[in-house]
DNA sequence: TTGTAGGCGTTATCAC
DNA sequence: GTGATAACGCCTACAA
């Protein structure tokens, strides 16, 4: 920890100011003067003091990215894609939350004390009013603090939660846990809105982009129901993560509309995280629960194969005996046995969109919130039920 | 960004010396005092610039793990390890090289300007000697700067690379690319080594945890031809990579030990990466090339999974017509048709001691170096060859 | 146990 | 264009 600004000057025969210009490159600076300053700081080795720098100029350039688990295929493929677009210029912080609410505000203000340029928070959120509340406050204190910050894959943040904004915000507003777009019935809403315009977001808001998980399972539901399958069971997330309770409002939608709620109670099981060994005892747990379904829909493609394996060591078969779907379309889910049916949701898109927008390399959508369709996607594990052939 | 240091002594009646031992905890103050601070705290809602406190106390809270990309399992899996292990005390920046050499080298200039308190690369590496000197440049640098340097999932740099060290570097050093442990052909050795003793790496040096990727694909190598194999075809990783290299060595080790070795060179096809196109398009070419293998070996799971699909589409069944092994045992090697035969290599516990060595929980082993077991999984995508049946 | 003061390495605001 | 010179916010001997 030796060489510094000071020295590289001396060496060229410069000003520290001068440095610093041709380092950080907006100031003119004079060709052979820069020159000079280069092959010091090239023969010298020197590398920037980034804390002293971030100091001064008050800012710095790491980029925080909350995940639950960076090595579920969930979460890394969306860090991976905003890693993708910050490039090298800023850094990704990557925080493991374990899906706690409490680490979730413990990292968030680790990110504010590093004064990171921007943070992106991933995946569902936690159903608690209290923590919305605590998430909001310290979402608030990271935008006044000039942080751009993305949420990507879960719902916007009520207004009360991150304390009433500029005009435009209002208009964001929505009720607690309705998902945008999906709850409409139509198509996802979504418009590039280009340049520095479009609510809030813009600068100093939080930028939202959702995930149609509610209509993804509605529509996947509706898939088995046309097989001919009544019986469905739901092997499920976590309770109160947003994801988990709009897959099942999804799902219950599309059996409400065939009158089927009636059983939907007892066909439910929660999982305590979107793991194989969830949807394995899941799955025991439906079976032992009396009659069978003919047909078993997962949190997501890890809970489905988990739900696979324990069918199959109950000798019964998949989609002959019954049928299996899960959600996501990872990308070993084509090669699982049988191929799964699930619901893609474009992961990489919108964690490579979250990324510019974290940069501000995008403009905010109008209203601040987006909605990342999700797409179902019909392969061998799902089928007629016996009475249907 | 407003309230600083000063202001919460102010409010607290307090020095700003005293709030920052109050603070940093790392000093005896008195009860009453600490609670007074801590309340100003609380009141004015005050978070530490931590820029500010890393460029006076000249060390930061963060620690860089490099990998290729973290969407990969082998990379998701390890990165989460590490950052198990580190907590939320310290942070982890996550770096996708992409295995690329020059964004490698980029990166870790980038980890040293954030004064990072540790780095850990993973993942095998690029042999070029040139890449392999300027790699070696800047983890010294590192080193000498004050971060701890972990090697995961690569074999030591050699002495040249990273510039003669002590005097007990000097028995650590090992033929280029030959990989230690493994080349003895006996049990990987390691010893846990308590506190700070053991070579280099225990301060200021580079720790290395190398994975027994020969050795493992050695027994591999052996399951198929203990199973009557002869003609084994190979799917190997990207060139002119350790791991690669490594796993393709033990593959021929195996061969040789049978008078095997003739056909070798004809049965192998480099892919591009680690990835399913990879093993899709490999399987193919092999197919293209005459006389069809028994066997097909993969670079890792995931290519395996895209040799099995190629197979499939070219109508021949797995493991009926034709075997397919893989190699790290990823979570959902298992699900996959058919399960996988392949090499487990502990990834997590890898990546957690990773950590722990970044962190300086744990001593370094003796030597610097310990090597990580590949263990054999028989599973299903193996059997007799149809000559034996 | 607590306060004082100097310095950490850059950046940014002025003059020249 | 380039050079002084204040901040920037915190840490840490050194004193009291």
Same sequence: chains 1, 2.
Avoid at 95 to 106: A, I, V, Y
Avoid at 143 to 163: H, I, Q
Wanted: proline content about 6%; aromatic content about 4%; overall charge neutral.
């Amino acid at each position: 920890m030796a060489v510094t600004l000071a020295d590289v000057a001396a060496r060229a025969g410069v000003s520290a100011a001068t440095v610093s210009r041709v380092l950080s490159g907006n100031y003119p600076v004079a060709a052979h003067t820069r020159g000079r300053v280069l092959r010091a700081v090239e023969e010298l080795e020197y590398v920037v003091n980034g804390p002293a720098s971030a100091l001064a100029a008050a800012s710095s350039d790491l980029v925080g990215v909350l995940v639950n688990d960076i090595a579920d295929p969930f979460f890394g493929i969306m860090a991976s894609a905003v890693q993708g677009e910050i490039g090298d210029r800023k850094l990704a912080v990557v925080c493991n939350t374990g899906g706690s609410p409490e680490r979730e505000l413990t990292y968030l203000t680790l990110l504010q004390r590093q004064r990171a340029a921007a943070v992106v928070v991933t995946g569902g959120a936690v159903e608690d009013p209290e923590h919305q509340a605590a998430l909001g406050a310290r979402l608030k204190r990271l935008t006044e603090g000039g942080a751009r910050v993305v949420l990507c894959g879960r719902p916007p943040m009520r207004d009360e939660a991150v304390g009433g904004g500029t005009g435009a915000a209002g208009a964001t507003g929505t009720a607690a846990g309705t998902e945008p777009g999906a709850a409409a019935g139509g198509a996802p809403e979504d418009v590039p809105g280009g340049g520095q315009v479009g609510g809030r977001g813009a600068d100093g808001g939080i930028v939202t982009l959702a995930f149609d998980n509610t209509g993804g399972a509605r529509r996947l539901t509706e898939h088995l129901i046309s097989l001919g399958h009544r019986r469905i069971g739901y092997v499920a997330g976590p309770a109160h993560r947003t994801t988990t309770r709009h897959r099942l409002d999804g799902h219950r939608q599309a059996l409400e509309a065939r009158g089927l709620l009636a059983d939907a109670e007892a066909l439910t099981v929660h999982g305590w995280a979107y793991d194989r060994p969830s949807g394995y005892d899941g799955a025991l747990e439906l079976l032992r629960r009396g009659t069978a379904p003919t047909a078993v829909l997962a949190a997501n493609d890890t809970v489905a194969l988990g739900v696979c394996a324990a069918l199959r060591d109950q000798g019964l078969r998949v989609p002959e005996d019954i049928s299996v779907a899960g959600f996501d379309d990872f990308p070993y889910s084509v090669d699982a046995y049988p191929a799964l049916t699930t619901v893609r949701i474009p992961l990489h898109s919108a964690g490579a969109r979250a990324g510019r927008l974290a940069l501000g390399r995008e403009g905010a959508p109008p209203g601040g919130v987006a909605t990342v369709p999700a797409e179902l996607i019909v392969r061998a594990s799902t089928a007629p039920p016996h009475a249907f052939r």
